[in-house]
């Protein structure tokens, strides 16, 4: 089975305007052709015409088994009762983590203005998802964004997981310590490319994933994610499927460690392929 833990139904093409039930009905297209069992869809730090609220995908896909959401909150506009609301939502198992997006806006995980997003978290045990790395806006500042500024929240919040977007790209080493040093930071491989992947970048980030394997010495960590509708599906199943991974290991990063850390306790505890996996790290 595959969980993506990284998709969007935001529309990127706003010359053209996408209502959200299209969005939706695309996104359970590409799911159904690409064998995909259960997808994450990321609520935006924005709200228009073209990127939904959480409210309304939560309205959306209420009657929807195979999709969840991850709640975007924006730094410089949240107001108490957008926290309120969330909470009403985490409490019914609506949401099932919350969304930062430093880079596409100014500031640092670490600013105090958002201890009440993390003490939120906290109090209803889901994960915390930071992009991190490049931003598809040129507008971002990525000196925001870079994967060590996840280290001083995930020390000084340690009964918070935090999911670090991306691995970080292009800071995937650094990206890999803050996730080898902190057993409660993992991270997801989506929003790799743009489209589709080509042969000469596949055949690089192959090697750099290896790379990442290597480093941390186990796949315990990690999730499969796509960043769809900004990446392919097709083009990111393919890509995984040339990584040099252990059935079981496999079964870790595209199923079992979203389905643990997300607590996505209605989808089936298939056990893992029997093979030569890593050791869990501790706190994992």
Request: hydrophobic share 40%; charged share 25%; proline share 6%.
């Amino acid at each position: 089975m595959i969980i993506d833990c990284h998709v969007h139904l935001n529309n990127y093409h706003e010359q053209i305007a996408v209502s959200l039930d299209e969005s939706l009905d695309k996104l359970q297209a590409a799911m159904a052709e690409n064998k995909v069992d259960y997808s994450l869809v990321l609520t935006s730090y924005l709200v228009n015409e073209h990127r939904p609220s959480t409210a309304q995908v939560v309205r959306a896909i209420e009657k929807i088994p195979a999709l969840g959401v991850v709640a975007g909150i924006s730094y410089s506009k949240y107001k108490q009762r957008d926290l309120r609301e969330l909470a009403d939502f985490l409490e019914d198992g609506l949401v099932k983590g919350l969304k930062l997006y430093p880079g596409y806006e100014p500031f640092y995980p670490h600013d105090p203005r958002l201890r009440l997003v993390y003490d939120l978290a906290e109090e209803f045990q889901v994960p915390v998802m930071i992009h991190s790395g490049d931003t598809f806006s040129p507008g971002g500042k990525v000196k925001y964004s870079h994967p060590l500024q996840v280290d001083e929240v995930a020390v000084d919040h340690r009964n918070v997981n935090f999911v670090i977007c991306h691995l970080g790209n292009p800071w995937l080493v650094d990206c890999m310590e803050v996730v080898y040093k902190n057993p409660n930071v993992y991270a997801d491989f989506s929003g790799l490319v743009l489209g589709d992947f080509t042969e000469a970048f596949e055949d690089y980030m192959e090697e750099q994933i290896a790379e990442v394997l290597l480093y941390a010495g186990e796949p315990n960590f990690l999730l499969y994610g796509t960043d769809w509708p900004i990446c392919s599906m097709k083009s990111y199943l393919d890509f995984v499927r040339q990584l040099k991974l252990s059935d079981e290991d496999r079964h870790k990063i595209m199923y079992a460690n979203a389905r643990r850390l997300f607590k996505l306790d209605h989808l089936p505890d298939i056990p893992a392929p029997k093979g030569n996996g890593a050791t869990p790290k501790p706190g994992k």
